[in-house]
Structures are given as structure tokens and as C-alpha cells.
């Protein structure tokens, strides 16, 4: 996998519906899906599911292929997931191993659990990242404070929080940009990153991760002091560019995700 193609944090400028959706009625559809997800719980339920990320994908005019390149960061991650779920996975009532061999039994149950675990993390992601392709990190801050603006009644530094996470969403594609520098430039020195068992491989990572945190921590600095430069305070006494509002799409956004979630709860009641 190249580091380029980690996507997380990129946002690819557009005039779709959904890219004019206000960024809260974004957000908390996101939320919506997630739980959703959870609540999935059968072939239909997921069916469904999948169909609706397909659906904003299409709307978003974002390539497919751009999720599928993203997913290929957590991959490993995905397989020992499903991996876990298929071998720990306990037997239905009935049920006889698919496979056995030493202590280990592979149900139907299993396979179901494996193959469920592993569609709904690829859709956790997928629809984590279509919200960063399609919303600017400033936007992101905005609804985020906007959303937990309530907490600002018990002292919760609501503005601070929703800043450091679009500092740290606007930096992912920075920071791998630097990464994939020092690898070309390591390599070219003689570094080898793909080659070797698993410790050798971590050695060879030493110059890779030193100077990037070098860099990391240059570029936080250097934030910190433009920052300063320009009297920044926080929130307080700060006006906006663009002032948040919903329109009729986006209640009718956030309807159709409660149907959604109702949808797939009564769907997994039914064991579908």
C-alpha cells in the first residue's frame, strides 16, 4: 500500500446536493448511519445499508475507486477482525463446524459473524470518509461547536475541542505527504521498508519516524506561533464567514436518517 493513498482529512472541492448539505445536517447523518450500523443485524438490514452509501457516493461524484484505495490502509485490521469473529464465534442452535482442526471450529455462525464484522467496519469507514471528502475541515469545526454548543454552559471548551480536531483532520494529509518524502528520500539512501521479518522491518522504520516527528512538531510550533502573531484567544468574541442554517433539504436529510435507523432497528427485531 502507498502512503498516498491514505485519504483521511482530504477534501475534494464540489457543488453536489450533498456538498451544499449544511455540515451539522452532514454530521449527525453520519452519526445516524453509524448507529445504524450497529443495529444491523441480517443480509437485508446490511442490503439496505449499503445501498443508501452507495447511494451519496453516486450523489457525491466521488469515485468510487478513492474509498476503495482508502480502505486498503486498514486492511489488515479488517481481516484479523473477521478472522477473530469467524474462529471465537460460538455455534447457533444446531449448528455442526464447517471446519475443524486442532481446537479450533469454524461455524455457520461464525462465517455469518465474520462477513457481517467486515462489511460493517468497511462501511464505518467508507461513510467516515465520504463526510471528510465532501465537507471542508473549517465547515467540520463549525457544526462541530455549533452541535456542542450547549456543553458550553457547564465550562466545556467547546470551541478549543472543535479546533483541535480540524487542526488534526487538515494536518492527516499534510503528514503523509511528509511521510511519503522522507520514504523517497530514505530510499534513495539505501533504505529498504518492504523487505525482512517483522522486527527487521520496525528497525527500518527508525528514519522514517524520527524525522517526521521532528517535522510534526515543527509545523505544531510554528501553528502555535502564527496563532499567537494574530491575538488569537478562542472563541470568544468571534464572528464567522459562513453562518450555519438549515434548509428544507437538510430536515429532510435528517428525516431520512431517523427512518433509517427505525428502518433497520425493525429490520433486526425480525432477524433480517
Known sequence: MAIKDITL??????????????????????????????????????????????????????????????????????????????????????????VAFWIFRIYPAGVRAAAFMILRIALLISCTFLLTYTTSPILITDALESLLGPLKKIKVPVHELAMMMSIALRFIPTLVEETDKIMSAQKARGANFDTGNLLQRAKALVPLLVPLFISAFRRADELAVAMECRCYHGGEGRTKLRQLRFARSDYLVLLLGLVLCVGIFLLGRMGV
Open 9 to 98: 482529512g482530504q477534501y475534494f472541492p464540489g457543488n453536489t446536493a450533498i456538498h451544499r448539505l449544511d455540515p451539522r445536517t452532514k454530521l449527525l447523518f453520519t452519526v445516524l448511519y453509524m448507529i445504524a450500523l450497529f443495529l444491523a443485524n441480517g443480509v437485508v438490514s446490511y442490503a439496505v445499508l449499503v445501498a443508501v452509501l452507495a447511494l451519496c457516493v453516486a450523489i457525491s461524484k466521488i469515485s468510487p475507486s478513492v474509498l476503495l484505495r482508502s480502505m486498503r490502509a486498514v486492511l489488515i485490521i479488517i481481516l484479523i477482525t473477521g478472522i477473530l469473529n469467524l474462529f471465537y464465534t460460538p455455534a447457533g442452535p444446531g449448528e455442526t463446524p464447517l
